[in-house]
């Protein structure tokens, strides 16, 4: 098959990292990728405190361990998928099935969708815990930046997963296939059907004299 097919290299054709790196959608993977390592990486070494009285630790998100555990499960995976899909990036071209390819991006499309979604779901929680959450259980304030850079990192994973929909990019390296026409065309009208000229054109009305 030939290059267009979902891709805009040539399908089957070899890896090129230079292509592959200046492409947008793979730097939006990369950005996307270090943007989980954040929010997990936020949680998991400063999102819970000691309990004085108890000695016990708790989510600094309102005492609410679900908050903690939805942020930290929601960047591992999305790091994970990052990883995958990255992989995927760099196999694509070696991909000579169109059924294949075509897999391959509506994979992805709706993977973005739905990591858009999580994200979206996910700051909107963490936000909300974090503005209920109860001065006397951290008197002191203590890592509050990372409690914050965690609900900031998850709102701009909502808009980096948003623009890495491939659906939205003809760019990127597997852009929709366009089905070409069926002959060619030397006018390079794009295909547009014109009406040809009728042969049977009626003859122009009024009168006229005839030469004698």
């Given at each position: 098959?030939?290059?267009?097919?979902?891709?805009?290299?040539?399908?089957?054709?070899?890896?090129?990292?230079?292509?592959?790196?200046?492409?947008?959608?793979?730097?939006?993977?990369?950005?996307?990728?270090?943007?989980?390592?954040?929010?997990?990486?936020?949680?998991?070494?400063?999102?819970?405190?000691?309990?004085?009285?108890?000695?016990?630790?708790?989510?600094?998100?309102?005492?609410?361990?679900?908050?903690?555990?939805?942020?930290?499960?929601?960047?591992?995976?999305?790091?994970?998928?990052?990883?995958?899909?990255?992989?995927?990036?760099?196999?694509?071209?070696?991909?000579?099935?169109?059924?294949?390819?075509?897999?391959?991006?509506?994979?992805?499309?709706?993977?973005?969708?739905?990591?858009?979604?999580?994200?979206?779901?996910?700051?909107?929680?963490?936000?909300?815990?974090?503005?209920?959450?109860?001065?006397?259980?951290?008197?002191?304030?203590?890592?509050?930046?990372?409690?914050?850079?965690?609900?900031?990192?998850?709102?701009?994973?909502?808009?980096?997963?948003?623009?890495?929909?491939?659906?939205?990019?003809?760019?990127?390296?597997?852009?929709?296939?366009?089905?070409?026409?069926?002959?060619?065309d030397p006018a390079g009208m794009g295909g547009t059907y014109q009406q040809p000229a009728s042969v049977f054109d009626p003859e122009p009305q009024g009168y006229q004299s005839q030469g004698y």
């Amino acid at each position: 098959m030939e290059g267009g097919a979902y891709g805009a290299g040539k399908a089957g054709g070899a890896f090129d990292l230079h292509t592959l790196i200046r492409q947008p959608h793979t730097l939006l993977r990369v950005v996307s990728w270090v943007f989980s390592i954040v929010v997990f990486g936020s949680i998991v070494n400063e999102g819970y405190l000691n309990s004085v009285s108890k000695g016990e630790e708790f989510c600094i998100y309102n005492r609410n361990p679900s908050a903690c555990r939805y942020g930290v499960t929601v960047g591992v995976l999305a790091f994970l998928t990052c990883m995958f899909y990255l992989a995927l990036d760099v196999y694509f071209p070696q991909i000579s099935s169109v059924k294949d390819r075509k897999k391959a991006v509506l994979s992805d499309i709706g993977v973005s969708v739905l990591w858009a979604f999580l994200w979206f779901v996910g700051f909107c929680y963490l936000a909300n815990q974090w503005q209920v959450s109860k001065p006397e259980d951290n008197p002191l304030n203590e890592r509050t930046d990372a409690a914050r850079a965690a609900i900031a990192f998850s709102f701009f994973s909502i808009i980096t997963w948003d623009y890495m929909d491939p659906s939205q990019d003809s760019g990127v390296p597997y852009a929709p296939y366009v089905e070409p026409s069926a002959g060619p065309d030397p006018a390079g009208m794009g295909g547009t059907y014109q009406q040809p000229a009728s042969v049977f054109d009626p003859e122009p009305q009024g009168y006229q004299s005839q030469g004698y």
